[in-house]
């Protein structure tokens, strides 16, 4: 049996804000400034193609608590990881 797993990316219900506020420092200006900083890092990664949506970005800027360079590392590593699979 296969488990499926569902990414909500819609805005926060109130009891959440305050959940990731709290848990991963998530408040609107540093998910704006970290989001930002994140695709201008990605940008300048020529080895590196990534979507650059805000979905996209949060996606690994929530697990590093909105540290950019910390999130960047993480779509290197699962990059390099799925690349390294995909030909071994």
């Known amino acids: 049996m296969v488990n499926e797993v569902e990414l909500e990316v ?3 219900t109130p009891d ?3 959940k990731a506020k709290n848990e991963l420092r998530e408040t609107p200006e540093l998910v704006r400034t970290s989001t930002d ?3 201008a890092a990605l940008l300048k990664e020529k080895n590196l ?5 805000d979905e996209v970005l949060l996606r690994y800027l929530r697990p ?3 540290y ?9 590593d699962f990059l390099n990881f799925s690349i390294f699979y995909l030909y071994h």
């Open 10 to 12: 819609g805005p926060l």
């Open 64 to 66: 590093v608590k909105f």
């Open 49 to 53: 193609y990534w979507g650059d949506s």
């Open 16 to 18: 959440l804000q305050e």
């Open 37 to 39: 900083e994140l695709r």
């Open 68 to 76: 950019p360079d910390s999130a960047l590392a993480l779509v290197s």
